[in-house]
């Protein structure tokens, strides 16, 4: 997916696996900019997340799978920041067979606005500071209390083959009015589970929703995420064939 220019430097200058990737844009300038590279893109020009109603749009994440289940029945929705880090191999190919839905865990500080900010540069904008107020809120309100913090899907990489989950997301984001990771907060909404009930129908076992080459800082989130990456060790036997930075 792609709208606006923030994750621009992000995108790889070539398609690392043509005929391979599809990119859903939500705007003229990137529908451009990602066909010049080389990718192969489609254009959304009916967007239902445009962000008059609060920062909604991450919603189109949501409105990219449904599209794309639509047209092809089984998708793996990537952000930019998530890395093939080694081959598809046969375990792979048999551990997407395991679960029609499959999207990892991370880890945010209950206290998360401020925690976010702890990591950042001063004098941060307004707006991300609106921004992290509304994450604070909707990952305390949807998400699962572990220790200081709150566990929520991560929505960076998704495995679907139920094509109804797209549209099921998209209704219950409009629905429910999500501002923030509204990607997240609407899976949050629709599993309606505990969090080992979620762990064993939807977590994946090829990737991590936060890398733990990224964790590796003195703050309170780093801290938490490296604690609960063991946890999660325990639970489910993970082989990176990604890496979510």
Known sequence: MLWGGNVNHEIPRIPLYPEQEIVYCFDYESFWFIQEL?????????TKFDGKKGYNKFGRKLQALDLALQEFGEVLLLDWDCFILKPFD?????????KPIQIPLYIQHKDTKNAVLEMLVKDQ??????ELEDLE????????????GVIAPNFGFVYCRDKSFGKKLV????????????????TLIYVDCT???????YVP?????????????????HKLSRKFSKWLDTKVNITNYFEHV
């Open 90 to 98: 046969k375990n792979f190919y048999d551990s997407l067979k395991e």
């Open 195 to 201: 969090l080992e009930e979620y762990i064993e129908k």
């Open 171 to 186: 209704d219950i984001a409009l629905e429910h009015n999500l501002n923030s990771v509204v990607d997240e907060f609407a």
């Open 125 to 130: 904008s307004p707006s991300l500071l609106r």
């Open 205 to 221: 076992r090829v990737v991590k929703g936060r890398s733990d080459q990224m964790i590796i800082y003195d703050t309170r989130i």
């Open 38 to 46: 080389g990718y192969e893109a489609k254009l959304v020009k009916d």
């Open 137 to 148: 809120v909707g990952m305390n309100k949807y998400g699962w209390e572990w220790e200081e």
